[in-house]
């Protein structure tokens, strides 16, 4: 089920800069809200579990669409995880954001979440830069998103392509279980 309203959104051409704040780096406005050291990195096999339980809430939420395991593979080969440090001291997946590829012309940001935990402190952003970049350097034209989530978007440099064309329509061929029918559920 689709809950994000569909904007078609594309990237601003700027190059962007990937920064992630670190307890050092606070600001004395922090004071406030204590920023949560985190760290982006290319997902691999092992974050699948990690993905999945992260995911979850949000699809339950109906915030993001459910994924079979063998999207979320897909996707993981263009995603990206945010890792933060847990109370025991070990590393815990709090995002997740994918590129999907479509073509030369066109990728998408998918599944982009951020922990409840965590949001709020540049994690979002700079998961879905680091998106942006990856298309960049496979030479993509433009990135589109889907999302509800209107202003946060926008605030990274994403607009409407056409400002008179204001939503992208979809015409649905096939249903996502038939697509994925042989597929274990996440
Ligand atoms: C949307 C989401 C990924 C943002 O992650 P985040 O780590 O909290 O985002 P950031 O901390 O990078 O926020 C950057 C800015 O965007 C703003 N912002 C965050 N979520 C926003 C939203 N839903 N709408 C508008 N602005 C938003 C923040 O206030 C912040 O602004 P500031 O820089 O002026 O303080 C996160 O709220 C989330 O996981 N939501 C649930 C899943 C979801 O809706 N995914 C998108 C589905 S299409």
């Known amino acids: 089920m689709v ?9 601003s051409r700027a190059p962007i800069t990937l920064e992630f704040p670190t307890l ?5 406005a ?14 691999h096999f092992d974050d699948l579990a990690g993905i ?20 979320i593979l897909l996707l993981m080969s263009n995603g990206y ?22 073509s030369r012309k066109l990728g998408e940001i998918q599944s982009l979440a951020v922990a ?5 402190n540049g994690i979002g952003s700079a998961l879905v830069k680091a998106c942006v970049e990856r298309a960049r350097e496979k030479g993509i034209m433009e990135v589109m998103a889907i999302s509800a989530s209107e202003g ?8 409407y392509s056409l400002p008179e064309q204001k939503r992208a329509l979809f015409y649905q061929l096939h249903s996502r279980d038939e697509i994925f029918k042989d597929e274990r559920p996440e």
């Open 3 to 11: 809950v994000c309203r569909h904007f078609s959104l594309c990237s």
């Open 24 to 28: 050092s780096e606070s600001p004395s």
């Open 30 to 43: 922090d004071i406030e809200k204590p920023k949560i050291p985190f760290k982006i990195r290319r997902a």
């Open 52 to 71: 999945q339980l992260l995911l979850k809430p949000f699809v339950e939420q109906r915030k993001l669409l459910r994924r079979m395991q063998a999207e």
């Open 81 to 102: 995880v945010a890792e933060a440090i847990d109370p025991n001291g070990e590393a815990k997946i709090v995002g997740f954001a994918a590129v999907e590829i479509y």
């Open 116 to 120: 409840d935990t965590h949001q709020g």
């Open 152 to 159: 946060f978007l926008r605030q990274l440099g994403f607009d």
